[in-house]
């Protein structure tokens, strides 16, 4: 490199050509106009200051991370960050010092790269005629209704931090990571802890966000089944290259790497190399996602039988994950344990498993925790929370979470599964190679729960009777 966002590869502009690009632009405006959401993220800062009275927080947004050479992956802001101030630009860092009545927020940002310098030419990272125009401070202040100030002054407001009294989200980024010297770990890890339990409950706009992320990711697996032959094998990846196609289109990217696993490739559970190919009277697990616009994002599985109908064992193993995704979704109410609902949707799949004649042991036997047999062929538990992170809230006291309960306003994913490796000499051969989940997204309500994602079907005979009418109708443009 030479100078910053540069390559060795660059020309020698000559100072005449320089001088020229100096002269003759006309300034433009971005839309300020102040978001709607604003106030939510207010809302929040608020709880997190009353989590810590009295002390300095500094939550970053994280860096641009190369991918090779001079090749960024393209950024996506740090689920906390975004949480709190609605920025989606990399390197920003919100400040929260304390005050008397509270905390006063500062968002360090980088601004526009200025006309008045040469940097918005020649600067590939941050140039706006390499990137784009960028927010003044002014703007984004307008935009977030948070206070801003430059990039460049934050080391020095870092610098003016208090030592032990002041709490760091780390991790994201290495420059705060080292400006802010560590003190007891455990401080910000509690840090960690309180954005996550806070994170648990969705307001009504989030609610809106991950309708919005579901609907599309429904309409992508719409898609899938409009181009998916029944008589003839494609790749794996033709199913995850069209659904990334409505993902980009309706919403930012997929929420994480989508799964497209065809026959015994359904049985490995984060099967995202997606190289295999399509068989016609095999199953194709689906777990895909969209991650809409404000970066919320699905969670949800399909399996579907490639030739349009399953198969008598095909459709026994489907029906025994879809009785216990429905156990465990007719549990689920304020107030009911997670582990529960996890329990509830295990035996159902013990049971099942019994009947198909895997379980070696008697259902209460293979239940037993001392134990837990059934799982060689379930792997996972029944879910987890989902937000802007498709496992959301990761950071949580175990006792807010898996070892909590469910609380209205909280959003999970319900999804068993049973997996059936083609080593496995303990399972009849005609079970191996089959692999089987159903996953859905439901918001936990005052009296019970509703399935956000009940715009795709979940009955052996409904996802026959889908999978047909999707592919009578046909390809569609986004």
């Known amino acids: 490199m030479n100078d910053a966002g540069q390559q060795s590869h660059d020309p020698d502009f000559p100072e005449r050509f320089i001088e020229f690009m100096r002269t003759g632009w006309r300034d433009s405006a971005l839309d300020a106009t102040p978001r709607t959401e604003a106030p939510n993220h207010a809302k929040r800062r608020a709880d997190l200051s009353a989590a810590f009275p009295g002390e300095t927080l500094v939550i970053p947004t994280g860096v ?16 906390d960050h975004v949480w709190l101030t609605g920025e989606h630009d990399p390197d920003a860092v919100l400040l929260m010092r304390p005050t008397e009545g509270g905390h006063e927020a500062t968002l360090y940002l980088r601004p526009r790269s200025p006309r008045d310098t040469d940097e918005f030419f020649r600067d590939r990272n941050y140039g706006e005629l390499w990137i784009g125009r960028r927010h003044t401070l002014t703007e984004k ?24 009294r002041t709490r760091v989200l780390r991790g994201y980024d290495p420059f705060v990571d080292a400006q802010v010297r560590p003190g007891a770990p455990e401080r910000d890890d509690e840090l960690a802890q309180a954005l996550s339990e806070l994170r648990l409950v969705k307001d009504a ?28 094998p494609v790749s794996e990846r033709l199913a995850e290259g069209v659904f990334g196609l409505r993902a980009r289109h309706d919403g930012n990217a997929v929420g994480y790497g989508s799964i497209v696993g065809n026959g015994a490739h359904a049985a490995i559970l ?18 895909m996602g969209v991650e809409n616009r404000n970066l919320y994002t699905a969670d949800v599985t399909r399996t579907v039988p490639v030739s349009g109908t399953f198969t008598p064992l095909q459709r026994q193993v489907y029906d025994i994950v879809h009785r216990s995704q429905q156990a465990g979704m007719d549990l689920i109410r304020p ?44 792997l996972h538990g029944f879910g987890h929370m ?32 049973l997996y059936f490796q083609p080593e496995d000499e303990l399972v009849p051969a005609e079970l191996r190679g089959i692999g089987v989940r159903i996953e859905d997204d439901v918001v936990v309500t005052p009296t019970g729960a ?9 009955t052996a005979d409904d996802v026959e ?6 592919r009578e109708a046909g390809p569609r443009l986004p």
């Open 64 to 79: 641009d991370k190369v991918r090779s050479n001079d090749t960024h992956h393209p950024f996506r802001p740090g689920s």
């Open 450 to 458: 509703r399935n956000l994602s009940d715009g795709l079907p979940r």
């Open 205 to 232: 706009w989030e609610l809106e966000q991950l309708q919005d992320a579901i609907d599309a990711t429904v309409r992508g697996f719409e898609d899938v089944a409009r181009v998916l032959p029944a008589d003839r």
């Open 141 to 164: 202040a307008a935009e977030l209704q948070v206070g801003t100030a430059h990039l460049d002054d934050l080391a020095a407001a870092l610098d003016d931090c208090a030592p032990g």
């Open 465 to 470: 009777t889908w999978l047909a009418a999707q």
């Open 386 to 417: 989902l937000g802007l992170d498709v496992h959301d809230c990761a950071s949580a006291r175990k006792e807010r979470y898996r070892e909590g309960t469910v609380e209205a306003g909280h959003v999970l994913t319900v999804e068993p599964g």
């Open 335 to 378: 107030g009911v344990a997670f582990d529960d609902i996890h329990q509830t949707c295990m035996r159902v799949l013990a049971e099942g498993l019994k009947d198909l004649g895997v379980l070696p042991v008697s259902v209460d036997e293979a239940m037993d925790k001392s134990a837990i047999l059934y799982r060689r062929w379930s």
């Open 270 to 287: 984060h099967w995202t190399r997606n190289d295999g190919r399509t068989v016609p009277g095999e199953l194709l697990l689906m777990d």
